[in-house]
């Protein structure tokens, strides 16, 4: 009988804060706006069904690709896929929100600068 694979707490939460870092900037430059990218379960739910299919490739590639070199990023891959699904499932039609007026030119500027830290840590 196989094991059961049990991530470490602290590298599965650096996965999946780098994976919620790809899919928001995926989600951005599909063009969502910058209140939907919020988190990630909203994100999710407010992508369209374009977006939608674009982050499920990417992290089936992903789970594929790390699947024996890193097996906790490969779990954290198949974590949000499921997530996912099931957001999607509950949610076939995007759940987008409207931007209030103190958020919608801070938001976008928080968003930028997020996306623009995780792709310098990830540069490191």
């Known amino acids: 009988m196989p094991e059961r694979f049990r991530p470490n707490p602290d590298e599965f939460r650096q996965s999946v804060d780098l994976l ?24 999710l739910a407010a992508m369209p069904p374009v977006v939608r299919d674009r982050v499920k490739l990417m992290l089936n590639g992903i789970d594929i690709q790390t699947e024996y070199d890193d097996p906790t990023m490969s779990f954290a891959a198949r974590y949000i896929l499921r997530l996912a699904q099931t957001l999607w499932d509950q949610n076939p039609h995007p759940v987008t929100y409207e931007p209030d007026e103190w ?21 490191r």
């Open 103 to 123: 958020g919608s030119a801070q938001s976008r500027a928080d968003a930028r600068e997020r996306i623009n830290r995780s792709r310098r840590d990830n540069s």
């Open 20 to 43: 919620c870092a790809k899919i928001q900037t995926v989600a951005v430059r599909a063009g969502m706006s910058d209140v939907d990218c919020e988190d990630l379960e909203q994100s």
